[in-house]
């Protein structure tokens, strides 16, 4: 029975990701993803201009598998932190296989004009699920966040884990070692912030978090529409 577009672009997709994971991104071409699909080097290109695209692809499966991984382990009620520590670290768990060709996903990824961006326009589903499971670590916590606070926070805490992400692309340390450390510290830290913000003190420093991250988002349209 001959597959449906949907059926091989899902092939492509397995068969490209296993490719990274065994040649790194380097050494796989789109000859050898079609070679191993069973599909013709013509009709590979019909469903992806090159191994960029599947990057992209890439960035959407991770965000699927992080989730998957990441709900269950969740402590309704828990603090924040030891929320969020699970969280990232799970996010560690879900990219280990792809480390050895971390390097060359942040090359392709990292310029914001890439499709494979994570700010891009193209990545807009991939982006909004990692946010939203940040959403629901914020929700499920017992960890009393200021109301002109929470909206903005899953956003805030998606842009410290691709700071954790990029890392962990760097991370020579034996199974990322450093970064799993980085994440053991970060999470505490975050913690005490979030206590910190409900001290009337801390109100200025709070508006100031709020508008910076406000006019990054605002600097950043631009280049998303005109990308």
Known sequence: ???TGVETRALLVETALRLFREQGFDGTTMRGIARDAGVS???????FAG?????????????VEHRDLVLPRLDPGAPLAENLRTTLHAGIDVMAPYHAFGQAFVR???PTTSAASPFSPESSGP???AVDLMRIVVETSGTRVPARLKERLPHLLWLAYLGVTLHWVTDGSPDQRRT???VDGLAPVVGRALTLSRLPVARGLVDD?????TGLDEADRPTQEHA
Request: net charge positive; aromatic share 8%.
């Open 1 to 3: 029975m001959a597959r």
């Open 41 to 47: 080097l013509g009709n590979a290109y019909h469903y």
């Open 51 to 63: 191994k960029d695209e599947l990057v992209q692809e890439l960035y959407r499966v991770v965000q």
């Open 108 to 110: 392709v990824a990292l």
């Open 127 to 129: 982006r909004e699920m």
């Open 180 to 182: 799993r450390r980085l």
């Open 209 to 213: 978090v709020l508008t910076l991250a």
